[in-house]
């Protein structure tokens, strides 16, 4: 079963506007967050996380926040830039090692 | 490049024929992991090391698939009688660390195309 679904599969935005990708998970467990980046032939890179008992987590144009009451993560990404355009995954942790990732949503960032 | 590598790249093989694929990790990394994506989805995990000692095995893994890390180090996962259903990009990645939060490096993968 899928734990972390990522529901829109693609978006498309234009060169320095914002960037909103969505994440919702079921398992009450997860208490560690990820965003994992991966280009064409290139294996998922780690891009931002958050913990449970934070609400936001910022780095650069990359901000992650986390509403645990609704199961929902977001990444926004201000401004978007062509080198980001790429797939974005929404990865989560357990009470274990494993990370249970989303299915990913495809960002195409327009010149 | 001192990145998680992984060997091949690519592979197609007839259905019943046993393949084996390599992972190198950053070196020192204690932590190896193996994933598997199929099309149009998140990457699943398969099993983990910590050196040597596999301690866990997702129930995805079947009597068919078998994972070693003698030493340590490289790891190889080996799937004997391939099925259609095995075609997958297989990932490995690596950490440092005992951890529960250490990042995970991703290699490349291997593609795998079962005919």
């Known amino acids: 079963d899928q734990q972390v679904k990522q529901n829109s599969p693609s978006l498309s935005v234009q060169e320095g506007r914002i960037s909103i990708l969505n994440c919702d998970y079921t398992?009450?467990?997860?208490?560690?967050f990820l965003w994992y980046k991966k280009y064409p032939a290139e294996g998922p890179t780690f891009l931002i996380s958050?913990?449970?008992?934070?609400d936001k987590n910022e780095d650069g144009r990359f901000t992650v926040f986390l509403n645990k009451s609704a199961k929902h993560l977001s990444l926004h990404i201000v401004p978007s830039q062509p080198g980001d355009s790429a797939v974005y995954f929404c990865?989560?942790?357990?009470?274990?090692?494993?990370?249970?990732f989303g299915a990913g949503t495809t960002v195409t960032v327009r010149a | 490049d001192t990145g998680v590598s992984q060997n091949p790249r690519h592979k197609i093989t007839k259905r019943g024929q046993n393949v084996t694929f390599r992972c190198d990790p950053i070196?020192?990394?204690?932590?190896l992991y193996w994933y598997r994506q199929t099309l149009g989805q998140g990457p699943e995990f398969l099993t983990y090391?910590?050196?040597?000692?596999?301690?866990?095995k997702s129930r995805l893994l079947s009597d068919r698939f078998s994972a070693e890390r003698p030493k340590g180090s490289f790891s190889t996962l080996e799937i004997q009688r391939t099925e259609q259903g095995d075609s997958a990009m297989y990932l490995c990645?690596?950490?440092?660390?005992?951890?529960?939060?250490?990042?995970?490096?991703f290699g490349p993968g291997t593609r795998l195309t079962v005919l």
């Open positions: 990645a690596s950490s440092l660390g005992t951890g529960r939060y250490n990042e995970q490096f």
């Open positions: 398992n009450s467990m997860f208490d560690y």
């Open positions: 958050i913990s449970s008992i934070k």
């Open positions: 990865a989560a942790i357990a009470n274990d090692y494993k990370l249970s």
């Open positions: 070196s020192e990394h204690n932590r």
């Open positions: 090391f910590q050196n040597e000692a596999q301690l866990e």
